[in-house]
């Protein structure tokens, strides 16, 4: 059964991490973004302020990659990026309304879309899922 929630699991990140599914959900969502640009965004949206190697590390992208992403989300005004104040060689960023504006479009996208994954599934079948995988997120946490 441990081999059968790994795979289970991989499945799930690998749904999460494909980038033609980023693409549905751009596209549903109605939003112009580029699909490299997408994991970056979402990652400075979830975990603002951020620095460019906390990104790299959640994205699994090298440095100047994502710095290079980051470039571009800002010519955009979707991000805006400045050094830290505890150490000024740290790049931090953080949405700008413009691009809070955008992530709330793409969240309630997303919220239709897992509503309608879900629907078939009662109260009590939603939250024993987010109870287990509240539960598997900690005992995860652990590990790092």
């Known amino acids: 059964m441990d081999n059968q929630i790994f ?15 980023d693409k549905k959900l751009l596209s549903s969502a109605n939003v112009k973004l580029e699909a490299p640009a997408f994991p970056i965004f979402s990652a400075i949206a979830r975990k603002q302020p951020i620095s460019v190697s906390e990104i790299a590390n959640i994205v699994g992208k090298n440095y100047s ?19 830290s104040l505890k150490d000024s060689r740290v790049r931090i960023s953080t949405l700008t309304e413009e691009g809070n504006k955008l992530n709330k479009q793409i ?8 509503k309608e994954a879900l629907s078939d599934w009662s109260d009590e ?10 539960h598997l ?3 995860l946490d652990k590990f790092k």
């Open 7 to 21: 795979n289970t699991l991989i499945n799930l990140v690998g749904f999460f991490n494909n980038p033609q599914n």
């Open 65 to 83: 990659s994502v710095s290079r992403q980051i470039d571009k989300l800002e010519n955009s005004n979707l991000v805006t990026s400045s050094p």
């Open 107 to 114: 969240s309630d996208t997303r919220t239709s879309i897992i």
């Open 125 to 134: 079948e939603k939250q024993v899922l987010l109870h287990s995988l509240d």
């Open 137 to 139: 997120t900690n005992e």
